[in-house]
């Protein structure tokens, strides 16, 4: 069965720090996404790309976060300069053509200290 | 914009027993999906069920039946045969537009 991988599973940074977290999709989809759920809260929507751009964003989306499509295959979130609240479990999800089911990861847990 | 509520923060259930969480959704979307996802104590994200909204017949999946009422933006997930692995966080999520938008989930604690 086709799988969204993500690394590292677990990242422990300095506050300020930048971090990359990486995911590699499953191959044939097209929709790619990040979302990030603070321990013991809701699953949030931060980021849609779609077609080697973002389609769409939220507003926990700043300019302290960017995301790639490097080489065609890994899907990039970075944090430029971390802070305390940015740690989460991040999810990288993607999606068919179709728009019938998000595949997601088993997520990074960032720890920022 | 869609919206997702979940009203059950946590709900219990004694094993073998059913159990039926909450959602109702707001979109002016025509074409969607609603899911509902499993998250255990390992924090993965896992596809309970899926229901196309053009469908009018409820999903099911095994001991998992969903009760989707599109009039009244409602897409309840019924749990029959409880069993001790599925305690776990429940999420809906409402998938339209490229985009999918969880609630604030339940936890589900299923009692022996």
């Known amino acids: 069965e086709p799988e969204v991988t993500q690394t590292p599973s677990h990242q422990v940074t300095q506050m300020g720090q930048e971090v990359i977290l990486r995911c590699v999709p499953i191959?044939?989809?097209?929709?790619f996404y990040w979302y990030r759920q603070i321990l013991g809260q809701k699953v949030e929507f931060l980021v849609s790309?779609?077609?080697?751009?973002?389609?769409?964003k939220s507003e926990i989306f700043d300019d302290q976060f960017s995301v790639e499509r490097p080489d065609g295959s890994n899907f990039t979130l970075k944090i430029r300069s971390t802070k305390l609240e940015d740690s989460a479990m991040y999810f990288c999800?993607?999606?068919?053509?179709?728009?019938?089911?998000?595949?997601f990861g088993q997520g990074t847990r960032l720890t920022v200290v | 914009a869609q919206t997702v509520t979940q009203s059950q923060p946590e709900m219990s259930v004694q094993e073998a027993e059913t159990v039926t969480l909450s959602c109702t959704y707001d979109?002016?979307?025509?074409?969607?999906?609603l899911f509902w996802y499993k998250q255990p104590p390992s924090r993965q994200m896992i596809l309970v069920i899926r229901?196309?909204?053009?469908?009018?017949q409820n999903a099911t999946e095994n001991r998992f039946s969903v009760n989707f009422q599109k009039a009244a933006k409602s897409f309840s997930l019924k749990i029959s045969d409880s069993q001790l692995g599925d305690t776990a966080m429940y999420f809906c999520?409402?998938?339209?537009?490229?985009?999918?938008?969880f609630g604030a989930g339940t936890i589900l604690r299923v009692k022996s």
């Open positions: 790309f779609y077609n080697n751009e973002i389609s769409e």
């Open positions: 229901q196309e909204a053009y469908k009018q």
């Open positions: 191959s044939n989809h097209l929709y």
């Open positions: 979109t002016s979307e025509s074409n969607y999906y």
């Open positions: 999520a409402f998938g339209g537009g490229n985009k999918l938008v």
């Open positions: 999800a993607s999606i068919d053509r179709l728009n019938t089911e998000a595949f």
